[in-house]
DNA sequence: ACCTGAACACCGTTCAAGT
DNA sequence: ACCTGAACACCGTTCAAGT
């Protein structure tokens, strides 16, 4: 069925495809499968599963940086977060590699010099602009290992949970938790993305206004 | 020579010491041969190693709430993040236990009640509140998924590591990065504990003047 | 009542043998 | 030159058998 004449490109391509969506890890099992091969093949491609996934990890950052508007620095900043987020969010188990380890691959280069031109061009000095970089990343990437999970699920079964914890914090004891109960029903309330731009609109404001 | 009698507390204490500074999984044959029993006698005490890891992720939050200080808000946000970091970065393996999920332990919900009573003492109202304790847990827990790779590492290991990104950066082809070549030695600078609290004051200088 | 020990399923990885 | 297939190490988990 799937052709047994691999290539770098094919591999990588159908892992991509495998980790869409996927809330667990991709076999390399499962990706020999796909492919119609045995689950050793791939070594001949790669040096190993980690050398794949961050191939891949980079493969889906693509997106992030193209055609960027150029109308505020500060929306140019959570243009790119936000597609960051978005992809991170869409491939959970390529999103654990790039926490793991700094921005070595082609994508991740032009990411980081987007952002820091962004920043220098709308006037922070070198030395904070490489900290707002940090900060903005931290937020941005850390955020997805937060939401991770439960972006995984449907938008009904997601509010169900976001509505079970609302409930867990209402339910607790008032005398130990006076305000957790108070304000249970505005914690985990809208969207994670909504959490997110509100988070990433506050930071953004602050490093503005040191 | 360890006891066979195990009780839940001796397991939860025995591998909360196995997970100090490790930076890879502690086994269950691991937790098995420092106690001096077999690997499946764990199964006795906690259903599974999830529920054993859940138990010791928040055994290890229990110092994060203890005494904290009453001089402004932000001070006391700020303390209570350094703690929560400091705690997760040195149990690096539980500290993903922590970000799967929502804060639905004990010592979980003492760290969310701490941070809203603080945010709504504070003058936040409820609403906001909210979404400022979302924001905070955000980058708090998120920086460390980010830093702790490194973070098990000796300091002087670590500036090696700094250093050798900062050259990748400034080694990149000027013409297509650039900003990240100009200002490469300016991109991990510092310790990653700098970095946080440069981006956790920004998020609360934000969150403040919304 | 509690632990042992063998067994199983799963997964990444290696390597000699095939074509 | 590239893939197959068997084998290995490792890890979580189950369960009948021991005491």
């Not at 380890?101 to 070198?126: M, Q, S």
């Not at 505005?186 to 206004?209: E, I, K, T, W």
Request: charged residues 20%; hydrophobic residues 45%; contains cysteine.
């Amino acid at each position: 069925m799937a052709p047994h004449r691999l290539t770098p490109s094919i591999v990588l391509d159908t892992y991509v495809a495998l980790a869409d969506g996927a809330s667990t890890p991709v076999t390399l099992a499962a990706l020999g499968a796909h492919l119609g091969v045995d689950t050793s093949a791939v070594y001949r491609h790669f040096a190993d599963k980690d050398a794949l996934l961050a191939a891949a990890a980079d493969h889906v950052l693509a997106p992030v940086t193209e055609r960027l508007p150029t109308t505020t620095w500060d929306a140019t900043v959570r243009t790119i977060c936000t597609r960051l987020r978005r992809q991170l969010l869409r491939y959970p188990t390529l999103a654990a590699q790039v926490r793991s380890g700094p921005p070595l691959h082609p994508n991740e280069f032009r990411l980081t010099e987007a952002l820091l031109r962004t920043l220098t061009d709308a006037g922070f000095p070198d030395e904070q602009a490489a900290l707002a970089y940090h900060a903005i990343i931290e937020l941005t990437v850390g955020s997805v290992a937060l939401d991770a999970e439960i972006a995984a699920q449907s938008t009904s079964a997601r509010r169900a949970t976001y509505r079970r914890w609302q409930r867990v914090y209402a339910d607790l004891d008032g005398d130990e938790f006076p305000t957790a109960t108070r304000i249970a029903q505005s914690l985990y309330a809208g969207s994670a993305d909504d959490r997110f731009d509100y988070a990433l609109a506050a930071l953004l404001a602050g490093l503005a206004r040191p």
